[in-house]
T-cell receptor, first 114, second 117 residues
Framework: GEDVEQSLFLSVREGDSSVINCTYTDSSSTYLYWYKQEPGAGLQLLTYIFSNMDMKQDQRLTVLLNKKDKHLSLRIADTQTGDSAIYFCAESEGNSGGYQKVTFGTGTKLQVIP | GAVVSQHPSRVICKSGTSVKIECRSLDFQATTMFWYRQFPKKSLMLMATSNEGSKATYEQGVEKDKFLINHASLTLSTLTVTSAHPEDSSFYIC?????????????FGPGTRLTVL
């Protein structure tokens, strides 16, 4: 089955950049996502990228995709204390008329030190 | 953005009782909703896909008689944990993709924390 792996923990100083990495195994992944989960809350979609893209930038967020290595990363520029949360990488095979299952990674807990 | 609500946000129940969790899409219709379970410090595990007007599709290893799903309308899906046991204690999250938007954005509910004593 599909497998999505992430490191469990990342600690950065406020103002620095954070880079959260993810690897996946499903070569037919079409969509790759980054979600944010704050303590005790549901998930918030931060951004997503199609598998035919290498990069996507959205304000402080930059997503890089290396499809050959099946590696996805999320860079948060100028990390703030409010960015402290768990970040989930996820993938799906896309939509062929129906909604496809989304497989989530294990989550990376980002701790921002003031 | 679209909003998905869940009720209750927290529930504590005795072993052997049944608990119903509601998932509502507040400002859009959802023919499909997904139910996830999240263990502490673990990822989300998809339990089942709830389909309006038809039976839910369960993932391998998920007992359909234990976790009853009813997609009663285009804005409501319910998950009933029957005869709950302490090992059912978990954080249950639902999500709904908005119609016409494919799979590229699912909206997640805030989750329901179930504690079974």
């Amino acid at each position: 089955g599909e497998d999505v792996e992430q490191s469990l923990f990342l600690s950065v100083r406020e103002g620095d950049s954070s880079v959260i990495n993810c690897t996946y195994t499903d070569s037919s992944s079409t969509y790759l996502y980054w979600y944010k989960q704050e303590p005790g809350a549901g998930l918030q979609l931060l951004t997503y990228i199609f598998s035919n893209m290498d990069m996507k930038q959205d304000q402080r967020l930059t997503v890089l995709l290396n499809k050959k290595d099946k590696h996805l990363s999320l860079r948060i520029a100028d990390t703030q204390t409010g960015d402290s949360a768990i970040y989930f990488c996820a993938e799906s095979e896309g939509n062929s008329g129906g909604y496809q299952k989304v497989t989530f990674g294990t989550g990376t807990k980002l701790q921002v030190i003031p | 953005g679209a909003v998905v609500s869940q009720h209750p946000s927290r529930v504590i129940c005795k072993s052997g009782t049944s608990v119903k969790i509601e998932c509502r899409s507040l400002d859009f219709q959802a023919t499909t909703m997904f139910w996830y379970r999240q263990f502490p410090k673990k990822s989300l595990m998809l339990m089942a896909t709830s389909n309006e007007g038809s039976k839910a599709t369960y993932e391998q290893g998920v007992e359909k008689d234990k976790f009853l799903i009813n997609h009663a309308s285009l804005t409501l899906s319910t998950l009933t944990v029957t005869s709950a046991h302490p090992e059912d204690s978990s954080f249950y999250i639902c999500s709904a993709p908005r119609l016409g938007r494919g799979n590229n954005e699912q909206f997640f509910g805030p989750g329901t924390r179930l504690t079974v004593l």
